[in-house]
């Protein structure tokens, strides 16, 4: 367990699992950017085997912002993102906010995407209790292969959910702030 106090400006990467990365408030704590271009603020690669609840590797209550490429980048491993705020990555045209890419999986509660979106390719997602706001796209995006669930959640703004051929977006119960909402 990595105990995050205060905003740490710089790169993270985690290959192994069993990792829990930890802070008491998102307003307070977190990794931030700019890095280096090209360079996600937190890279997750190959963190596979489940810890106690089941997930690698898990990140709650911490913001992942300002980064010029990724916020947060997951690459072979299974994840448990948990009321973290993710927020205004992708200023150097990178992928954005969350991008989950190669047979990854994870599970997504309480978690704020702030002008960043969240996407799938070749994995699967679960997001609950989240909001999408101000991201100028489809914020939500479940690519080839992939499996996303979006679930009691909020877009305010952009696209909202999308799914390309050969993905299943299931969406149950969620709300897009131009007046109409979805339940499925």
Not at 67 to 81: A, E, F, I, T, Y
């Amino acid at each position: 367990t990595v105990e995050i106090t205060s905003k740490c400006n710089e790169a993270v990467v985690v290959r192994r699992s069993g990792v829990v990365l930890r802070g008491a408030d998102p307003a307070l704590d977190g990794i931030v950017g700019p890095v280096e271009d090209f360079v996600p603020l937190l890279q997750i690669d190959g963190a596979t085997i489940g810890s106690r609840n089941g997930h690698a590797v898990e990140i709650t209550r911490l913001s992942i912002s300002g980064g010029s490429d990724c916020g947060l980048w997951v690459s072979d491993s299974s994840v448990r993102v948990a009321d973290t705020l993710i927020a205004d990555n992708n200023t150097g045209g990178g992928c954005s906010g969350f991008n989950l890419n190669r047979g990854s999986s994870a599970v997504v509660t309480g978690t704020t995407f702030l002008r960043n979106g969240l996407s799938a390719s070749q994995s699967s997602v679960s997001c609950r209790d989240c909001t999408f706001e101000g991201h100028p796209f489809a914020a939500f995006i479940v690519g080839v292969g992939a499996f996303g669930s979006l679930s009691r959640s909020t877009i305010d703004g952009g696209g909202g959910a999308t799914s390309q051929t050969g993905a299943v977006l299931h969406v149950v119960d969620w709300f897009v702030n131009d007046g109409w909402s979805v339940g499925v």
